[in-house]
Structure formats: C-alpha cells, structure tokens
C-alpha cells in the first residue's frame, strides 16, 4: 500500500498580496483517504512559478510540519513566495523530502512508496485585490520515467480532483502496474515464459490495447510513452482506455498534457464504456475484434 500526501484543506484558488499567510491542512493517506499514515513524517513545502515561460522557478524547499495522526486536522499557515507579483500563478508543492527529486514520483524507483508520495495544488492567482476565498478542487502529481534508449527522463503529470470520486484519484493499482510496465519495456522483469509472450505483445510493431476502468489514465499515458519510445517507434495499433461518462473529461485532459511524449501513432483516445450498460460505444464495438490486450 502506498501513502499520498494531500491537502484536507487545500489552498484557495486566489490570495492577497498582503503578505499573509496561507492555510492549508496536509493529510497522508491512503489512494482511497480511508487509512491514515501512523508514522511522523516531516512534510517540506516549496513554490513553484507556474509560467508559459521556459525554465522553471522553484523556491527552496522548507520544513512545514511533521505530520501526525494526532494532529490530522490541524490547520498550517504557509508562508506566500517572497517577492511574489500581483497576476503570477503559483503551485504550493508538498514533499517528504528536501531535494527537486523528492518533489517528483520516479516510478522506476526500486523503492517505490518508501516515502509517502508529493503533490502539487492547483495554481493560486496573487492579486493585488482582495477577493472571497475559493478552496481549489484539484491536485497535480508529477512522474518520471526513464528506459534504456533514452538519455534523459520523461516527466508527465496526473491531474486528480480532491473529491472522493474513485474515478478521478489515482489507484495504487495504477501506479503499481505503470511501474511494472516500464520495468517490463527496460528487461528488468525476470523472463518467464508468459512475461516474455506479454512483452512482446504490448511492445510489437501491431498491438491494439483496451484499458478498463482508465480513472485519471495513467497506465494509458505510460503505455503510450513507452511504445513510442521503441528503437522503431510503433505506429500501428490503438490505445483505447475506458471508463464511466464521468470519468472522460478528467481522463482526456491527463492524456493531452502529455500530447507532446507520444509518437503520433501511439496516443491513447479515451472513450466511454459502462459495464452495466448492454450497449457499447461505436469506437470499442469496432475494436473487439482485433483487441490484443487487455489491461
């Protein structure tokens, strides 16, 4: 089982440039916030410019708290970035660790969920006017991926929202078996038999794959990253992931934030599919014939 940091309370959508500070209340739990993390864990926080611009602005990370069961409920002020602008937008970052590394999840990491994983809120607009504070509804996670022919490591991100809809969190499952993907696509997976037949299926030159139950697509960002990362980029075959009609536009989005790591003929399309309806959408109706794999 892993352990998220997130936010009980989270952040407002806009602040003030009065200089006061911003209250947040951290929570580590469990994928489903039904199991509460036991240990003390000290929890950093850092800013991070949120700008179309490139490169990147990230604040030094600093202690915030050390987190206890006792103490869940308890609200923490968090200091606004110093020099901060009346019209920039900045993501509140929370982390286990005092490094760039600990702000971001490495799912080839051996130690996978050693550390209860980071997040990012949502950007909060600094204004010069004051307004009514909104609380934000969203989160972000950032990953990295890294395999054998490429140099440098892939970074997406994973928008969730911070309600208890199962559909739009992130699972441990998800982030277990994008894990295991990836380490399957470097040769890292002792090779049996099956491993080797269900290697060379999801990673031939032809392979239709159908995900079900995508929630915030994950495993469908990864497959698609991973496929066309191969020394002859795949460009045949689909990538259809599935799941509820609520799920789509959350699920949708997490896949074209990430438009720019796929080859053109990798990029997953999501699409509805209820299991408790006896008619099925026109896209899987045409697939079901030549599915390869399902996921």
């Given amino acids: 089982m892993f352990y998220y940091i997130s936010f009980l309370r989270p952040p407002p959508t806009q602040a ?14 469990n994928d489903l916030r039904t199991e509460y993390y036991t240990d003390v864990q000290d929890i950093f926080y ?14 030094k990370p600093v202690k915030l708290t050390s987190w206890r069961a006792s103490t869940m409920y308890k609200e923490i002020p968090v200091p606004p970035p110093r020099n901060v602008r009346s019209g920039e937008y900045w993501r509140l970052v929370l982390s286990s660790g005092t490094s760039r590394k600990d702000q971001v ?23 010069a006017r004051s307004s009514k504070a909104v609380k934000q509804e969203r989160i972000q996670r950032s990953y990295t991926l890294t395999t054998t022919n490429r140099d440098h490591p892939v970074i997406f991100h994973i928008i969730e929202q911070t309600s208890f809809d199962l559909d739009k969190k992130i699972w441990d499952s998800g982030i277990g078996l994008s894990s295991w993907l990836i380490q399957l696509h470097s040769g890292m997976v002792a090779n ?79 699409v509805v ?20 794999v399902i996921v």
């Fill in 16 to 29: 003030a440039l009065s200089g006061e500070s911003i209250l947040i209340t951290p929570q580590i739990a």
């Fill in 46 to 59: 850092s800013w991070f410019l949120h700008s179309p611009s490139p490169g990147s602005v990230v604040t």
């Fill in 105 to 127: 999840l490495s799912l080839n990491d051996e130690n996978l969920g050693r550390q209860p994983f980071p997040v990012l809120s949502d950007p909060i607009f600094f204004s």
């Fill in 192 to 270: 049996t038999a099956l491993v080797s037949k269900v290697k060379d299926a999801l990673f031939a030159s032809k392979c239709n794959i159908l995900e079900l139950g995508a929630g915030t697509g994950i495993v469908a960002i990864v497959l698609g990253i991973l496929r066309g990362l191969l020394n002859s980029p795949v460009t045949s075959g689909k990538i259809i992931t599935t799941d509820l009609p609520s799920a789509l536009p959350l699920l949708q989005s997490n896949i074209s934030s990430s438009q720019s790591l796929y080859h053109p003929g990798n990029i997953p399309k999501g």
């Fill in 273 to 292: 599919l209820d299991w408790d309806e006896p008619d099925i959408s026109t896209q899987v109706a045409s697939f079901v014939s030549g599915i390869d």
